[in-house]
């Protein structure tokens, strides 16, 4: 089907850039596209589970707003008309915001985060809110994996992993503290990106650790990724972790050609012995067929042995920083948090001062070695998740292929390259140096390209 | 003098645009430029007291980052390593912002306005604060005007129009809240934009009026004026006032070609008589010259009679909101006050809510005239001044010519066109309609080519 008889049956099936095209076209009003995905979450909703918050109304009023805005024909934004879901850890002015515990329910914060704020300035529609885990850590919410609903989304963005992978929105915002974006999105089939540490503000977002907390997105195709990057990747100060920095163009540094045909490491860490045999075949096949189409160009390296370290280093600071961030939940409300979480704030509270501190000034020297790594290589190929989205809902499966890469806050994005022999998705993570996120997408672009040849 | 001399010379003369290619060229470092700007300041500062505080230092270190940063190939900002003056009305985290007053001396800013994150993020150098008038408002402070150092630069934005005509710096933000912006451009012979209103933060600005205060830049060229009001027209939400809408990309507007000739309104205003007789003849002359170029280009247009009630209204709102913005000055620092800002504030403790009231919700019937206006209309000509800087440092001028536009919101460049007999600058206002400052920049465009053919 072309794009144009798409627009008219079914947008929510539309890239977003496709769908802005359509809408400048006059092919589609913003009202048709947020009336198609409302459509669409109707029909799935049920079974799906991705949302916590939504209002219908207020979707059609502020698409009618950005029709009539259009018709003024005043500059629009770049995503001007597109609806957005956001994980419902983030703050919004006219969505509750309840972070996936009844101790936040009908919490309704007076003003946006930083991040929505910068959705609306580009024209986004803000959808509505995705579904999260039990405060953004490990205990499930309601969303199952829309490629097999007995089986988990991954968590703990899983409503805005499960919303685009489902069609009900383009694109979704989320967070990773450990392997919270990357792993639902490798789990849901869809693409996501974590991108360099502080490089989208998190005011207005809960904070589980400040060391380690990252926003991200996910999409249905790069470019669409590239698309929303770009509008979110901008200096806060009211962040006080980021530090003035241009933003980094990513759709510009995507388009351009390679200067030379990028080379990857492909790491197996420390992890792969947890590799499902099924997907370490596909990622054999995926070395070789890269390889077949030009020579040389992935290489298997294996990360130094003390990297096994890394894991130990990430929880101190996780679990310490939980300890500090709900404090309150757990000194007035520790008979409604999760057994699961309650273990984390207590072995939290017993990490010594000095421990913590070791493992925070670690990353420096982990990020050096890293360094090394992408001085000879482009970037990184490893495993987005052990495998595919494991079955039962009781559980939202292990991050520890993301550990590495949130502690030393490289950039990575999820590429849904392989398949499970029963067709459930299977990510693979490519990961860059710190700051280079345009590099990443341009070699994420290139790697797509040799392989569709 | 070609740019490649110019830079290796005397930077400081170059425009930022220049600038910014030279330094991406490689023929030109921040370092030097802000060199550059600072021994033209050496040179000059003592006859003009333009700045109110300067750290040689600190823009050094921040220039020579810039430059290091540069150098590593990652995305630069727009302004990458260009000097910005800043009036010390706007909060900087590595300035004392003092406000123009000894109530206020010693006050060090914990964090930056979101304008200057806007800079920093864009890569620009700030130079420094300058120097303003008490509080923003009339008494003066130490600048003279760099054309003639026995008249006045204009207020309330002074150090800024005087910085920027004397070439210590290309580029400078300032403020208006009657004619602070647009004034001292006309007296200085510099460029000036006041933006629409509530399109440029004015979170961790001083505030007088909220109804009133707009922040807008200077430069010596309008491309340079568009470069960095595209820099800080965003949203932000910590503004409660601004609500989102996409950047304008102002450069990219006014780069269109016109879609017809324009058409401009020359409006005399009430206030005519005021104006002095050779800028009265500059005008006419300016008329006939355009007319001349292009047939009925300016058609010479009055003003309904209501709008001699506008002043009346814009001083209701204006000491009403200064005299709750300086309760505190006023009550515990009046001997340090001025008589003529302790009897605006007295005047403003005396308007009634229904005057208040009705002064602020007449804006929406004015604007809607000037609509009118607007849709025969491009822009309207006007005087940004009475004339030329008037003689004496005693006072700023009046801001007469300015009042109905920022009443009323509407987008505002002052243009140097004019000189009066002895050679001082006399400035013409371009107005255009709310929310159009991309056509207006094109307007301005379009018109100073005519003249120029």
Redesign the interface.
């Known amino acids: 089907m072309d794009m144009q008889s798409q627009a008219l049956h079914s947008p929510s099936l539309l890239s977003a850039r496709d769908a802005r095209e359509a809408i400048e076209a006059g092919l589609l009003t913003s009202e048709e596209l947020v009336e198609g995905c409302l459509d669409r979450i109707e029909e799935l909703e049920q079974s799906i589970g991705a949302w916590a918050h939504l209002d219908k109304q207020l979707a059609l009023d502020h698409a009618r707003q950005a029709d009539k805005f259009r018709s003024r024909g005043?500059?629009?934004?770049l995503l001007?008309g597109i609806p957005v879901g956001i994980k419902d850890i983030i703050d919004t002015s006219d969505y509750p915001t309840e972070n996936g515990t009844v101790l936040h329910q009908g919490r309704r914060p007076t003003?946006?985060a930083?991040l929505v704020?910068?959705l609306?300035?580009?024209?986004a529609i803000i959808l509505g809110k995705t579904a999260t885990t039990e405060l953004a850590v490990y205990s499930p919410g309601k969303t199952r994996n829309p490629n097999n609903t007995e089986h988990t989304p991954g968590g703990s963005s899983s409503g805005s992993a499960a919303a685009v992978a489902a069609a009900m929105v383009p694109l979704a915002v989320g967070t990773q503290t450990n392997g919270s974006l990357i792993r639902p999105a490798s789990y849901c089939g869809v693409y996501g990106f974590k991108p360099s540490f502080t490089r989208i503000s998190r005011y207005g977002v809960l904070k589980q650790s400040s060391h380690l907390d990252t926003v991200g997105v996910f999409a249905r195709d790069l470019d669409d990724l590239a698309l929303i990057a770009d509008v979110l990747m901008?200096?806060?100060?009211?962040d006080i972790d980021m530090t003035?920095?241009?933003?980094?163009?990513i759709t510009?540094?995507m388009a351009e050609p390679v200067p030379a045909n990028p080379r990857f490491a492909f790491v197996r860490t420390p992890r792969w012995d947890a590799v499902e045999q099924s997907s370490k075949d596909g990622f054999r096949e995926l070395i070789d067929a890269v390889n077949q189409a030009a020579k040389d160009t992935v290489s298997i390296i294996d990360l130094p042995t003390q990297f096994d370290e890394i894991y130990r280093h990430h929880q101190n600071i996780m679990e310490a920083d939980l300890a500090q961030s709900f404090a309150d939940e757990y000194q007035n409300g520790k008979s409604k948090l999760s057994s699961e979480l309650i273990e984390m704030i207590e072995r939290g509270t017993k990490v010594s001062a000095t421990e913590y501190d070791s493992s925070v000034s670690k990353k420096i020297q982990y990020s050096n070695i890293l360094s090394e790594i992408f001085e000879e290589y482009d970037a990184i190929l490893t495993p987005s998740s052990g495998g595919p989205a494991p079955s039962g809902l009781a559980s939202t499966g292990s991050p520890e292929f993301n550990t590495i890469w949130t502690y030393c806050g490289n950039p990575a994005i999820n590429i849904p390259l392989l398949q499970d022999p029963t067709g459930l998705p299977v990510g693979v993570q490519i990961v860059a140096e710190n700051?280079?996120d345009?590099r990443l997408f341009r070699s994420s672009r290139w790697l797509l390209e040799l392989l569709s040849d």
């Open positions: 005043l500059p629009t934004g001007h003003q946006d930083t704020s910068l609306r300035e580009a024209g901008r200096y806060d100060a009211q003035p920095t241009a933003p980094p163009c510009k540094v700051g280079d345009g």
